[in-house]
């Protein structure tokens, strides 16, 4: 399985950008996982942004980007996406997304991230 991030870019500050996270795998249906987004920046640790849970219904989100980022499931195309608005400069990182499931229930499927950077 693996998990392809895109849509980064740079952007001024307050702008906004929609990260997408595509599925790649003959039996890896998104809607069967927690699906997540994280970012990181150099010299820091990975941090968690916000996620889907596979219901569908419920989400949650870092207090950092509550009110600015979210997180939305198209099960038709097997891709997560995730909608960043009001985008401020520390909001710059890669971002990557990953799935979380059955039996092992840690975050996993890390594909390569994309670069978001917000100028002020």
Not at 11 to 16: I, M
Not at 34 to 52: C, H, L, N, S
Request: glycine content about 10%; charged content about 20%.
């Amino acid at each position: 399985v693996q998990l392809q991030a895109s849509g980064g870019g740079l952007v001024q500050a307050g702008g906004s950008l929609r990260l997408s996270c595509a599925a790649s795998g003959l039996t890896f249906t998104v809607r069967s996982y927690d699906m997540g987004w994280f970012r990181q920046t150099p010299g820091k640790e990975r941090e968690f942004v916000t996620a889907i849970r596979r219901n569908g219904d419920s989400t949650s989100s870092a207090d950092s980007v509550k009110g600015r980022f979210i997180i939305s499931r198209d099960d038709a195309k097997n891709t997560v996406y995730l909608q960043m608005n009001n985008l401020k400069p520390e909001d710059t990182a890669i971002y990557y997304c990953a799935s979380r499931g059955p039996p092992v229930w840690k975050y996993e499927n890390w594909g390569q991230g994309t670069q978001v950077t917000v100028s002020s």
